[in-house]
Structures are given as structure tokens and as C-alpha cells.
T-cell receptor
């Protein structure tokens, strides 16, 4: 089954404790991205990657890092999480090119205390 | 800067009613528009994708239209059912913005039995 998976689905952590949210897709898509969803603000793009070893900032990249060492994986790294990073995070993938449908993962609900 | 608006934020209708959800965007230079469904605490499920050159797309009881020149899209749901209760989001892929999606804040639909 074609899908985007994320782990963990739920995470409660404390300020400053490094964490990684994994994202994997099995559709051989070149383009992957991360979004965060917050009440009243909607979904905003954090980082994106157009292919292996090619990443760039989205609209709200502060406090986040990403890497793209393999085509299928695009982990989101929070080196020193803060409470304002409490949010619902989504990973998405799509074939390269702007006309394609985008597929989203199930989301990761992160709470930073 | 592209802005996507969905009004109203919430809608409650009786079962069986045909309904229209509206989406407007400020910049008509788009590649496509995608409608998503989001159930509480869950991920985004793609419903329909309309390319900028298309006027409408249909899937089952759903029909989405696009008027690019006026910056508007509608999602028509025929014979609504309680199972249609969810949040519906529209998103546009804008020219020159890699494949980033700009989302509206969504319409939370409740279909009363």
C-alpha cells in the first residue's frame, strides 16, 4: 500500500531534550516536506527536500533541522525543543513537479513541557 | 503573498442536505488546488486535485470546481451523511513556490443525524 508513515504518533517531552520524528514514504517520491499545524494558524511548511541531499527552509524553519540521506526517509530533528514547538506535525511527499497530488502522513502530536 | 481563506469556519447541517464549501485564494498564479479531509486528531486525506487548467473534478458524492481567474473553488457534497463530519481544508500549489502547499484554515463540518 502506497503510504507515508511517521513515528512516533504521539510524544511528550521536556524542554531541551533532543528528539527526532521520522518520516518514510514507499512511493519513490523525490519531494518531501514537513508542516506544522496550530490552532488559528493552519498548516505551515517547515522544511522541504527536492531530492537526496537537497533540503531547504520553508516558512517556519527556526528550531528545526532535517536531513535527506535516502530518498524514502526525511527525519525532522528538534535539537533543543521548546514549548512553542508543541504542535501537530505532518510529513508529505509527492513526485517532483508542481502538478502532482501530495500525500500526507498520519501526523505526530508533540507536546513539549 | 498567497492567502487562502475558508469561510465559515464551522458549519452544521442536517443529514441529507446538499452543501457547498467555499475556498478563496488571492493569487491566481497556481498550478493546482487540492481538497483534503481531516478527522479529529488524524492525518490529511486527499479528496480531489484540480489542475489550474481544469474547471472541475468529481469523485463519488464530491464535486470540486475551480475558477482560477476569480480565485475561488467550491467543494460540493451531495446528500450529506453523518460520516462526512470532519474538517475540510483546501490548499493551493503556487507558481514559483517549489511544491509548497498554502492551506486555508479549514471548515469544520458537522452533519446531524
Amino acid at each position: 500500500e502506497a503510504q507515508v508513515t511517521q513515528n512516533p504518533r504521539y510524544l511528550i517531552t521536556v524542554t531541551g531534550k533532543k528528539l527526532t520524528v521520522t518520516c518514510s514514504q514507499n512511493m519513490n517520491h523525490e519531494y518531501m516536506s514537513w508542516y506544522r499545524q496550530d490552532p488559528g494558524l493552519g498548516l505551515r511548511q517547515i522544511y522541504y527536500s527536492m531530492n537526496v541531499e537537497v533540503t531547504d527552509k520553508g516558512d517556519v524553519p527556526e528550531g528545526y533541522k532535517v536531513s535527506r540521506k535516502e530518498k524514502r526517509n526525511f527525519p525532522l530533528i528538534l535539537e533543543s525543543p521548546s514549548p512553542n514547538q508543541t504542535s501537530l506535525y505532518f510529513c508529505a511527499s509527492t513526485p517532483l513537479g508542481p502538478y502532482n497530488e501530495q500525500f500526507f502522513g498520519p501526523g505526530t502530536r508533540l507536546t513539549v513541557l | 503573498k498567497q492567502e487562502v481563506t475558508q469561510i465559515p469556519a464551522a458549519l452544521s447541517v442536517p443529514e441529507g442536505e446538499n452543501l457547498v464549501l467555499n475556498c478563496s485564494f488571492t493569487d491566481s498564479a497556481i498550478y493546482n488546488l487540492q481538497w483534503f479531509r481531516q478527522d479529529p486528531g488524524k492525518g490529511l486525506t486527499s479528496l480531489l486535485l484540480i489542475q489550474s487548467s481544469q474547471r472541475e473534478q468529481t469523485s463519488g458524492r464530491l464535486n470540486a470546481s475551480l475558477d482560477k481567474s476569480s480565485g475561488r473553488s467550491t467543494l460540493y457534497i451531495a446528500a450529506s451523511q453523518p460520516g462526512d463530519s470532519a474538517t475540510y481544508l483546501c490548499a493551493v500549489s503556487q507558481v514559483g513556490a517549489n511544491s509548497k502547499l498554502t492551506f486555508g484554515k479549514g471548515i469544520t463540518l458537522s452533519v446531524r443525524p
